[in-house]
């Protein structure tokens, strides 16, 4: 890696319009130093997964080869004989499997309260994560993401909430997040990823965009001065004093389109000396800046006074208790390629930590190695034997014809002898002269080269270490197969991605817990949690921010009950209570998840609301026509 000379970098050429504004907007040059060299650290394994990719989606012969010293593309190479190359994509075919294995599989997330009394209260947090997950199409993120995760060995999401022009609305949101445009912390060793110290992505946006998320009525003109050399010129201008790598291999200052501006957002854990404060009147732990010692000295002070007054013994009051201590937070700095930081803080989030949510696998000595990347030679060596195979065909006499030049006719030419020996119902007449052959044809026999049997050699071996098996991708059974002997083939090829998948499901849970912070965060008013296909009550449907801001839960993810087979059981145990008396049929509707249920129910409860106005009119008319006497008489009875 090349060193950074950021002295001429950090101050562009352009002029800063007044005193006020050079105030507003600091430079760190520190930080931008450790985001670019964590960004540089990841360059190899971006590379890898650029390959992983490569192989994935088609382009299986763009790998680099030297032939005579010149280094070409394996594609230019075989085009360069005359060749076409061939190439059978296996890996794209195992991905989508495990894929359709995930999708089959669906859960959704469930929560449990940790206080016994406030298990009620789980149901409706449930709902609400529930309610992100339709509100931001999350089925069908994870399987994108789960795609990335299989290819490159990383998946990240970024949990936020504010404003998204496409709904037109304020929300918790959910966003996938490239790999290309992430860096971390390059000292992690621990496979749940607690020990990242920094985290952040890299944003291209248009300066409108920019101009609207972090400029004030102080320093928007100045953000437009930072942005105003963001053209081809003023951007090499700057870089080349950055380092000596040519402008192409930069692509953490630069953007790719020079008509976008470069946003750099850094999360960092930082240390500052502070208070921990123990209030033993409310039983609450919080924490202050060290300039407010004396804040803390004069309640403390009048809380004697108080409680002298009313008796209470110095021993037993209730003050606060609070020692300085060294404070570990996440702070956050979105930074322009140049320095200047637009926007920084400490983490907003009740959380109390950054954004994203990620996950590497597998995670072994600070190495990536992906799902793909296990199979990627197999891949290599079965489109290398098909080429081979195709050489030796176009190789090969096909229909070779062998005629002795003594054998030719009078008055015909060798034209027209090959037109009459191709011909159908051609007639080719000669003199047999004794010790001349006669005309032949030869044929090759190409399939006794050995081409075919490595083939299925690679291909069983290409099922043995990526684990997914014919069954498992719904190829139809061999003849003699019993239906017990290929489900257990298809059990036992879903075990072989029982690591992978529960690593994702990690992240799931992980991202998913965040997300129900961020709600209850900012879910400051009451809400309808419209979910469609939900069993959920009708209390629970509805999400209030007085009960949920508090409530401390557990998350994980289940079997979702949105599944064909999960409502199926579902309604055959419900069935079997109804049948029973165990439960009523309004009970059956509201729990099942039966065809227009709300309908059949709505109908239930007004027919059951008709019946009983007509027997309390029933009963009034009973009563007038009894008259006084009769209630007289049924007094003393």
């Known amino acids: 890696m090349n060193d950074i000379n950021f002295s001429k970098r950090l ?53 680099y080869v030297v032939v ?26 195992l991905v989508r499997s495990v ?30 994560v529930q309610y992100a997950y339709q509100r931001n199409r999350l089925w069908e993120l994870d399987r994108r993401n789960l795609e990335s995760f299989l290819v490159t060995g990383a998946a990240f999401f970024r949990t936020y909430y504010g404003w998204k022009d496409e709904p037109c609305m304020m929300d918790a949101w959910v966003d996938s997040v490239n790999y290309n445009k992430m860096f971390f912390d390059k000292y992690m060793d621990d496979p749940r990823h607690w020990d990242c110290t920094l985290i952040g992505q890299i944003h291209d946006l248009n300066v409108d965009d920019v101009i609207a998320q972090f400029a004030t009525p102080e320093n928007e003109d100045q953000i437009r001065d930072i942005y105003r050399a963001n053209t081809k010129e003023g951007i090499m201008t700057n870089v080349e004093n950055l380092t000596q790598r040519k402008l192409t291999e930069i692509d953490f200052f630069v953007p790719d389109d020079f008509n976008r501006c470069r946003v750099i957002e850094m999360w960092r854990k930082e240390t500052k000396r502070r208070i921990r404060v123990h209030d033993w009147l409310t039983g609450e732990y919080y924490k202050v800046e060290l300039n407010r010692k004396a804040e803390l000295d004069a309640t403390n002070e009048v809380r004697r006074q108080e409680q002298a007054a009313m008796g209470v013994a110095e021993e037993d009051m209730k003050l606060l208790e609070y020692q300085i201590f060294t404070d570990r937070y996440w702070y956050f700095r979105f930074m322009s390629p140049y320095g200047d930081i637009l926007k920084q803080g400490e983490t907003p989030y009740w959380h109390k930590s950054h954004p994203y949510s990620f996950k590497i696998y597998p995670f072994f000595n600070s190495e990536v190695h992906s799902f793909v990347s296990d199979f990627v030679d197999q891949q290599r060596y079965i489109n290398r034997l098909i080429t081979t195979q ?146 959920y009550s009708r209390q629970a449907s509805v999400y209030d921010p007085k009960k949920g801001r508090n409530v401390e839960v557990d998350l994980s993810l289940t079997e979702s009950t949105s599944s064909p087979a999960y409502r199926m059981l579902q309604n055959e145990f419900l069935m079997q209570l109804f049948d029973k008396g165990a439960i009523m049929v309004e009970e059956l509707l509201e729990i099942g998840q039966f065809p227009n249920a709300d309908k059949i129910l709505q109908r239930v409860q007004d027919r059951r609301k008709q019946m009983e106005e007509q027997q309390s009119q029933f009963a009034a008319q009973q009563e007038q026509m009894a008259g006084p006497g009769m209630q007289q008489q049924t007094m003393p009875m």
């Open 390 to 535: 195709d050489f030796i065909m176009s190789a090969a006499a096909k229909g070779l014809l062998m005629f002795p030049e003594e054998c030719l006719p009078e008055g015909m030419s060798m034209e027209e002898i090959a037109d009459e020996w191709s011909a159908y119902n051609g007639i080719i007449y000669y003199k047999a002269k004794a010790g001349i052959p006669a005309p032949q044809q030869i044929v090759s026999n190409t399939s006794n080269s050995g081409v075919y049997d490595m083939l299925n050699v690679q291909l069983k071996l290409l099922e043995d270490i990526s684990g997914v098996s014919g069954a498992l991708q719904g190829q139809g059974a061999r003849s003699g197969t019993s239906g017990a002997l290929y489900a257990q083939q298809t059990q036992n090829g879903a075990i072989n991605l029982v690591d992978v998948m529960e690593s994702f499901r990690q992240l799931r849970e992980d991202r998913d817990l965040k997300l129900l912070k961020t709600q209850q965060q900012f879910y400051t008013d009451v809400r309808y949690l419209n979910i469609a296909g939900s069993n």
């Open 99 to 128: 894929l359709g294995q995930f999708s089959t599989n669906q859960t959704e997330p469930v929560c449990v309260a940790r206080d016994r009394d406030e298990q009620g209260l789980g149901e409706m947090m449930s709902a609400t």
């Open 11 to 63: 101050f562009p050429s352009h002029k800063r319009s007044t005193k006020k504004q050079r105030q507003t907007i600091t430079k760190d040059v520190n930080v931008l130093y450790d985001a670019y060299y964590a960004w540089e650290s990841l360059r190899d394994f971006r590379e890898e997964a650029k390959r992983n990719a490569m192989y994935t989606f088609g382009n299986q012969w763009g790998d």
């Open 68 to 93: 005579n010293g010149k280094k070409m593309r394996e594609e230019d190479y075989i085009k360069s004989q005359g060749k076409v190359p061939l190439k059978n994509n296996r890996v794209r075919s």
